[in-house]
């Protein structure tokens, strides 16, 4: 009898429990958001400086409000910090040994992982350990890494990009979760996807799935239409069985060109997902089909534009970044290219309903280069955006949502390479981070006026800022088991 009290406890009460919340709906109650940590970029901006991570102020009630508090630089140039992910997470909910203390900062060009202590000092940030690329390298085979999750097991998991010369290859980092020592790969030998990028994993359903960029000697210095006439950016998703460490299925994506974040619904009995085609434009559901395999459809199509004075004759949106409320409820997307900013309802995930839409800046503002000679969905080019008297340059990009749904920042910095050759002002004046106000009962976006952060005004001269985490986890950060 005992023995069954004693296994029934830690669920029902958690006396002490680990990081982050025992369900997203939980997560959704959780304390206010008073400090941002995001990347920031010299790479490609001709200041020879290092990379940053910047930890910015955003409780209302505070003096510094909006303001950059602290900046820890990394130790080398040209590394290009991009995505961030944590040594534990609420896939470690139920473990009290395990704290959210380090922040996981996988560089994309150098392969570098660096470890940050945000445990000691929330609002100062410091180094705890660099992860070198040759160690990856001669442990893996692999480098250009991107997305880090943490797992239940404790470890930490980090995708990559390509091999260490720069050719397609998605594979798996696995680290110590405690000394964050280069254990080798998740996957089995030899069972690397042809092309990486991001990866969400659902154990109930024994899946993750994985999505791919290009190689990175294709997309390093720039982005080239012929490659994609040629068939090097990717077009699929790889559905992996979670404990066996190896592919069962490649979904062949239609109109589904580079695929990049992939979302599952955050509740871990659900069987589906989306994943943003950002050179296609489109969403696309993944789901579980009766069979008990994999599938995939196309939800949501943001049409192309037919424009005059830029590098194609049509513009797609460009959707880069996708998020889903804790709730399941709302499905987020960011268009780099037109500007816009979109949510949908997505209580029917096979139906997603249009219900708020914002435009940011973007490449077919008014008294642009731009014009557009055809429009499926717009009367008039949108008129550029000005926030405190800032002209915005660039367009909405990275996304974060707080807990509870209400607010959505958002920076405009895509990659330097790519920022370089579509938005050269935001090479010369910096990106910014934008706050939006969410109704979370009807639907709908508004910009707030008074939230401005400038990243062009920062003392080494203007950077390029990127993704934003909360100290106590996210809805892109944190997966339930």
């Known amino acids: 009898m005992d023995r069954i009290l004693e296994l ?14 025992p369900t997203p709906l939980e997560a959704m109650k959780g304390p206010r958001e ?47 910090l991009h995505h ?14 395990k704290s959210r203390t380090k922040l996981m900062l996988p560089c994309l060009m150098s392969s570098r992982i660096y470890v940050v202590d945000v445990g000691s000092e929330p609002r100062a940030p410091k180094l705890h350990k660099v992860i070198e690329a040759e160690d990856i390298h001669a442990k893996c085979d692999l480098g250009y890494i991107h997305t880090s999750h943490c797992l239940a097991s404790g470890e930490v998991m980090v995708s990559s990009l390509g091999d260490p010369k720069g050719n397609g290859k998605g594979g798996f980092v696995l680290l110590d979760g405690e000394t964050f020592e280069v254990k080798g790969t998740w996957e089995r030998p030899g069972g690397a ?32 239409p012929a490659d994609v006439e040629a068939g090097l950016y990717g077009s699929h998703l790889h559905v992996w069985d979670w404990q066996r460490h190896e592919i069962v299925q490649t979904l062949p994506l239609q109109d589904g060109l580079i695929p990049l974040e992939v979302r599952f619904l955050h ?52 959707i880069t970044d996708i ?30 309903r249009l219900t708020g839409q914002l435009f940011l800046g973007g490449s077919i503002v008014k008294g642009g280069p731009v014009q557009v000679l055809e429009d499926q969905e717009l009367k008039s080019q949108p008129e550029p955006l000005v926030v405190k008297g800032k002209r915005v340059p660039g367009g909405p990009q ?14 405009t910095s895509l990659y330097s390479a ?64």
Not at 398 to 411: A, E, F, P
């Open 84 to 97: 961030s992910g944590w040594n534990t997470c609420s896939s470690c909910f139920g473990d009290s040994t």
């Open 418 to 481: 790519w920022d370089k050759q579509f938005y050269p002002d935001l090479i010369r004046e910096g990106s910014v981070m934008l706050q939006i106000d969410v109704d979370t009962v009807k639907g709908g976006l508004k910009l707030n006026p008074n939230f401005l952060v400038d990243f062009g005004k920062e003392p080494l001269g203007p950077a390029l800022a990127h993704e934003l985490r909360y100290p106590g986890g996210d809805c892109s950060s944190d997966i339930w088991v």
């Open 8 to 21: 029934k406890l830690p669920a029902t009460k958690c006396e002490k429990c680990g990081p982050g919340y």
């Open 267 to 318: 509740n871990p009995d659900a069987a589906q997902g989306f994943v943003g085609c950002a050179l296609s434009s489109t969403i696309q559901r993944f789901y579980k089909n009766q069979g008990g395999t994999w599938s995939v459809e196309k939800v949501i199509q943001v049409p192309p534009k037919k424009v005059k004075g830029w590098m194609l004759p049509e513009m797609p949106g460009l």
């Open 398 to 411: 990275m996304i974060q949502l707080s807990l509870d749904g209400k607010r959505l920042y958002v920076t």
């Open 34 to 80: 008073e400090i941002i940590y995001l990347p920031c970029i010299y790479r490609n901006t001709g200041i020879e400086a290092p990379d940053y991570l910047a930890t910015v102020d955003v409780d209302p009630k505070s003096p510094h409000y909006c303001q950059v508090i602290h900046r820890l630089p990394m130790p080398n140039l040209k590394d290009e």
């Open 193 to 224: 996807a042809p092309m990486g990028y991001d990866f969400w994993y659902q154990p109930r359903h024994n899946v993750m799935i994985s999505s791919e960029w290009a190689a990175p000697n294709v997309f390093r210095d720039g982005f080239n």
């Open 323 to 352: 998020l889903l409320s804790l709730d399941d409820r709302f499905l987020y997307f960011s268009n780099w290219l037109h500007g816009d900013l979109r949510q949908y309802d997505i209580s029917d995930p096979q139906r997603p």
